[in-house]
């Protein structure tokens, strides 16, 4: 969980509770990183993933409520999070067959996400994950050149 100031410098827009918003989420985020950033493209994969896991698992009909995107880079690190208004008690991990075409946005971001996770209260859900946006730049330095001696 990011400090307290960390999350008061979260940029924050509320969309209506619908999946033609998942678009507008995506962009939202994107933003946060230049055009051509390596991370961005996984950016909006994960907010489109955690997002469309927030509208499905939802105690609402379709529309109603909303969903809080926040954004942030701290430390060199990218922090999303995706806040509903209410959901079931527990985030539900369901089993989905091999040629399903849904069903596989948590696994993605567990995968691509340099951590992530859910927290849960009475007020609703937040999916958040986190990018390390250094890692590109480290990976690029060349090798230390040893002196011959």
């Known amino acids: 969980m990011p400090p307290d100031d960390a999350v ?3 940029e924050r827009l509320r969309f209506p509770r619908q999946p033609e918003q998942v678009a507008a989420a995506r962009r939202f985020v994107a933003e946060a990183l230049a055009r051509g950033s390596e991370f961005r493209e ?3 994969l994960l907010v489109s993933e955690t997002v469309t896991s927030t509208l499905d698992q939802a105690r609402f009909g379709q529309g109603d409520g909303t969903v809080e995107i926040a954004y942030a880079i701290l430390d060199g690190r990218l922090r ?13 991990r369901r089993i ?26 009475t007020e609703g859900r937040t999916i ?6 250094r890692a ?9 050149r040893r002196s011959a001696s």
């Open 8 to 10: 008061a410098a979260m």
């Open 42 to 44: 996984t950016a909006r």
């Open 80 to 92: 999303v999070e995706v806040s509903d208004d209410g959901g079931p008690a527990r985030l539900r």
């Open 96 to 121: 989905h067959d091999v040629h399903a075409e849904s069903g596989r946005g948590l696994r993605l971001v567990q995968t691509l996400a340099s951590r992530w996770g859910v927290r849960e209260d």
């Open 128 to 133: 958040w994950f986190e990018l390390d946006l």
């Open 136 to 144: 590109a730049g480290e990976r690029r330095r060349p090798p230390a």
